[in-house]
């Protein structure tokens, strides 16, 4: 039983680029919250998407944006990166809209220069 | 909105038993959990509370006081591999997003 797999493991990209990073949940699970965890501190929740539609949003500005597959899979793409975008990218699946038990995958490690 | 406190940091010996504390303030109240993350690793489900009182899992339990917006998470019998950071969380009033603390990075010592 696969669980939560997240893709790349390591970024490093140019103040200004884009960047999107990719998500798979656990099989059984429908719902893919992700969330921007800085350095010495505790993952802050960006959004929620299920059935394909951002459910909830936290407090990150429109250069955050997602998207959600038929087969539940889901991207965090962020836009004109910022230095203080640099952080690990966690991406949580729960079924139901629920955030009961998240399986967090070990994120991806994106580093703006 | 949200906000949650706990310890920056928590040093105990191998064997012995470590209490980390987590106070909150939340407008609504839907449950507490307790996540461990090991340095480059993914935060794991640890346990969760929505009523008052102690829950036990193995070497680990977690308590909740609703009425003082305090809980902690308790380590019995510490082993090296128990060296983590471990967060507590609320969840919003739908239940479907968690507010993570700042985490508490215990170290184990022989």
């Known amino acids: 039983d696969a669980g939560v797999t997240q893709s790349p493991t390591h970024l490093i990209k140019t103040r200004g680029q884009q960047v999107t990073l990719r998500c798979s949940p656990k099989s059984g699970h429908d719902t893919v919250s992700w969330y921007q965890q800085a350095l010495g501190q505790g993952p802050q929740f960006i959004f929620q998407y299920y059935e394909e539609e951002e459910r909830q949003r936290g407090n990150f500005p429109d250069r955050f944006s997602g998207h959600q597959f038929p087969n539940y899979s889901s991207e965090l793409n962020v836009n004109a990166l910022l230095l203080g975008d640099s952080a690990l990218y966690l991406c949580?699946?729960?079924w139901g809209q629920g955030a009961y038990g998240y399986t967090f995958g070990s994120g991806t490690r994106l580093t703006v220069v | 909105g949200q906000s949650l406190e706990q310890p920056s940091e928590v040093t105990a010996v191998e064997g012995a038993i470590v209490q980390i504390n987590c106070t909150y303030q939340t407008s609504g109240f839907y449950g507490l959990s307790w996540y461990q993350q090991h340095d480059g690793g993914a935060p794991t489900f640890l346990s969760y509370?929505?009523?008052?009182g102690l829950e036990e899992t193995g070497r680990f339990s977690s308590f909740l006081s609703r009425s003082d917006s305090y809980g902690y998470l308790l380590l019995q019998e510490l082993q090296m591999k128990d060296s983590a950071s471990y967060f507590c969380a609320v969840y919003n009033n739908a239940g479907n997003m968690l507010t993570f603390g700042g985490g508490t990075r215990l170290m184990v010592k022989p």
């Open positions: 949580a699946s729960s």
């Open positions: 509370n929505a009523l008052d």
